[in-house]
């Protein structure tokens, strides 16, 4: 199984800040890697697909990056609805799997 | 729109078997695949299952081979996941999740949580 590892598990951030969360497949997946955040008590709402495309109506300030093993997703100026967990996710190959989360939290 | 809306809440006990739905609208069901995730405190986001809707061929993890079996009904639109012989790990909110035509996951049930006690 691919595992994925995001760093980092938590951070605190201000309105405005960027931020940057950093992901790594254990094995090369090419760009198949996903992007979701994650609100308390809600589903997953998917982000980002193929390491770097926006799904519809997600906002310009999101962006991601990467291809291989190593991908980082990124939020250009924090804004108050940002706060909330976010996961990749990678889709080369069975079982599809998840990294662990990193929950960005009010500074 | 797409909209995936699953079943309400249970409680099961230990060794019972379980089985969500998942209503697909909004676009053509047999069109697209349709996965399972589970999400628990300890374990995070796991994914269980996939079917193909059109023809109904199915992949399970490995994790849960033997236990796990999705199933679709094309008159409804609706995917069903039953997980049998459960015990207290399997205590979890599951979702169905929409696999887009970019082979992404671009839409999710609301989640169903499972609660296995006795």
């Known amino acids: 199984d691919i595992q994925m590892t995001q760093s980092p598990s938590s951070l605190s951030a201000s309105v405005g800040d960027r931020v940057t969360i950093t992901c790594r497949a254990s094995?090369?997946?090419?760009?198949?890697l996903a992007w979701f955040q994650q609100k308390p008590g809600k589903a997953p709402k998917s982000l980002i697909y193929?390491?770097?495309s926006l799904q519809s109506g997600v906002p310009s300030r999101f962006s991601g990056s990467g291809s291989g093993t190593d991908f980082t997703l990124t939020i250009s100026s924090l804004q108050p609805e940002d706060f909330a967990t976010y996961y990749c996710?990678?889709?080369?190959?069975?079982?599809?799997?998840f990294g662990g989360g990193t929950k960005v939290e009010i500074k | 729109q797409v909209q995936l809306v699953q079943s309400g809440a249970e409680v099961q006990k230990p060794g019972a078997s379980v089985r969500v739905s998942c209503k697909a609208s909004?676009?053509?069901?047999?069109?697209?695949?349709m996965h399972w995730v589970r999400q628990t405190p300890g374990q995070g986001l796991e994914w269980m299952a996939v079917?193909?809707?059109?023809?109904?061929?199915?992949r399970y993890a490995q994790k849960f081979q033997g236990r796990v079996t999705m199933t679709r009904d094309t008159s409804t639109s609706t995917v069903y996941m039953e997980l049998s012989s459960l015990r207290s790990e399997d205590t979890a909110v599951y979702y169905c999740?929409?696999?887009?035509?970019?082979?992404?996951?671009?839409?999710w049930g609301q989640g169903t949580l499972v609660i296995v006690s006795s």
């Open positions: 996710q990678q889709y080369n190959s069975y079982p599809l799997t």
């Open positions: 094995q090369g997946i090419s760009n198949y």
């Open positions: 079917i193909n809707p059109s023809g109904g061929t199915t």
């Open positions: 999740a929409r696999e887009g035509h970019t082979s992404s996951f671009d839409s």
């Open positions: 909004g676009y053509t069901f047999t069109s697209f695949f």
């Open positions: 193929g390491a770097s």
